[in-house]
């Protein structure tokens, strides 16, 4: 069976302290790895998909890495409007319909 | 850009109604999902499609039904609602090259 751990669930971090968020999985196989970002009360917000081990994605303070067994999404000196919930999720490569598993979530929050 | 419209933002239901959550997409998409999000349990796939009047289980299907008579939209259905149904509704689309699933903004329901 797929799974995906996500932690920490909660981090608190000041404007301009960059950190990294961990999401470790086991997937007979994989296909494609999926970080999305999700805001409070509104649907989850696509960022990336990683597809092989070493691969690499960025977008603007945000940077998604792939190892065989976990990624990384790592945010390099976060502004207040990176809060949000970011989400992990891992497609086999067999199966069928697309279907992705999820994790639970690590919980942003950045202050001034 | 990728629209994908849920046709309730909050719904207030009754124990036992029959409950009808919609999602249309305007992409063209051959896959949609319906999944649920609990606190602390994640995103968890009730039902996919990935063709008009095909219909497969996901990991929570009990309690559920789906429908999908034409290409754009897929209703999730509530025959008899009950109080463990209280969640938010994610609707989600995807095409067969990318495989990226695209949200929409969620139904919060409460069942009383």
């Known amino acids: 069976e797929d799974q995906v751990t996500q932690s920490p669930e909660a981090l608190r971090l000041q404007e301009g302290e960059s950190s990294s968020l961990n999401c470790s999985y086991t997937v007979s196989g994989l296909r494609g790895l999926f970080w999305y970002r999700q805001d409070p009360g509104k649907g989850p917000e696509f960022l990336f998909t990683?597809?092989?081990a070493g691969e690499e994605k960025e977008k603007e303070r945000l940077k998604a890495t792939l190892t065989k067994k976990e990624s990384f999404l790592h945010i390099t000196a976060p502004k207040p409007e990176d809060s949000a919930t970011y989400l992990c999720?891992?497609?086999?490569?067999?199966?069928?319909?697309?279907?992705?598993?999820f994790g639970t979530g690590t919980q942003l929050k950045v202050e001034l | 850009d990728v629209k994908v419209t849920q046709s309730s933002r909050y719904l207030v239901k009754r124990t036992g109604e029959k409950v009808f959550l919609e999602c249309v997409q305007d992409m063209d998409h051959e896959n949609m999902f319906w999944y649920r999000q609990d606190p602390g349990l994640g995103l968890r796939l009730i039902y996919f499609?990935?063709?008009?009047?095909?219909?497969e289980k996901g990991d929570i299907p009990e309690g559920y039904s789906v429908s999908r008579e034409k290409k754009e939209r897929f209703s999730l259905i509530l025959e008899s609602a009950s109080t463990n149904q209280t969640s938010m509704y994610l609707c989600?689309?995807?095409?067969?090259?990318?495989?990226?699933?695209?949200f929409g903004a969620g139904t919060r329901l409460s069942v009383l």
């Open positions: 999720a891992v497609q086999p490569r067999t199966g069928g319909g697309n279907k992705l598993t």
């Open positions: 989600a689309t995807s095409g067969t090259v990318k495989n990226i699933q695209y």
């Open positions: 990683l597809y092989s």
């Open positions: 499609s990935y063709d008009v009047k095909m219909k």
